[in-house]
């Protein structure tokens, strides 16, 4: 129906940068909200930033000032700008997306396989 394919994590060092990229393709009809989302070993997955069609953009505190989310509409992929990285945001990032489907057209919520960030010397 719809599918998230992820790409851009990876090792990097303290102090880096990274970006990733989610796009969402198949029977979609509208994409109201996609965001990212992390996870490490034995906690929950947490928000990192979403961001809705319009452009609202909503962050967790612990990356406010470092990250940057944004989208392209028409693509329907979004991206997260990571800056300043640090050892603790290593983890596995999901992408995640709200999307009404040309199937149903009800809003069905959909995750991505996943990508790793390292962040180490």
């Known amino acids: 129906q719809v599918q998230l394919v992820e790409s851009g994590g990876g090792l990097v060092q303290p102090g880096g940068s990274l970006r990733l990229s989610c796009a969402a393709s198949?029977?979609?009809?509208?994409?109201?909200?996609m965001g990212w989302y992390r996870q490490v070993p034995g906690k929950q997955r947490e928000l990192v930033a979403d961001i809705t069609s319009g452009g609202s953009t909503n962050y967790a505190d612990s990356v406010k000032g470092r990250c940057t989310i944004s989208r392209d509409n028409a693509k329907n992929t979004v991206y997260l700008q990571m800056n300043s990285l640090k050892p603790e945001d290593t983890a596995v990032y999901y992408c995640n997306a709200q999307v009404i489907t040309r199937i149903n057209y009800r809003l069905n919520e959909y995750w991505g396989q996943g990508t790793q960030v390292t962040v180490s010397s």
């Open positions: 198949g029977s979609i009809f509208r994409v109201p909200s």
